[in-house]
């Protein structure tokens, strides 16, 4: 199994900055890429960005130039760097990791991000 643990969510204004944090810990030979989604109310859970172990990314359309993935394979920890935020980036965000030994696709527990207008 892996574990994913988020931290860093919270209330900004719009144009302010948050950086979220996900550690990953337990089998992490299980993993390579690792990825923040979101999921606004009434929304489907989307993917904002995804890194792998080697430094590849991609980003969602809509937060290009804005935010920033990065990893530190040593600690085993991915950040999003997000700046200028506006109100619809308010949401649920999620770190993720597939799995590429098996089927399991491993799922933090959320941190809520909500940018106040």
């Known amino acids: 199994q892996v574990q994913l643990v988020e931290s860093g969510g919270g209330m900004v204004q719009a144009g302010g900055s948050l950086r979220l944090s996900c550690a990953a810990s337990g089998s992490i030979f299980k993993i390579n890429a690792m990825g923040w989604y979101r999921q606004a109310p009434g929304k489907q859970r989307e993917l904002v960005a995804r890194?792998?172990?080697?430094?590849?990314?991609n980003y969602a359309d809509s937060v290009k130039g804005r935010f920033t993935i990065s990893r530190d394979n040593a600690k085993n920890t991915v950040y999003l760097q997000m700046n200028s935020l506006k109100p619809d980036d308010t949401a649920v965000y999620y770190c993720?990791?597939?799995?590429?030994?098996?089927?399991?696709?491993?799922w933090g527990q959320g941190t809520q991000v909500t940018v106040s207008s």
């Open positions: 890194i792998t172990r080697s430094g590849s990314t």
């Open positions: 993720n990791a597939p799995s590429i030994v098996t089927a399991d696709n491993y």
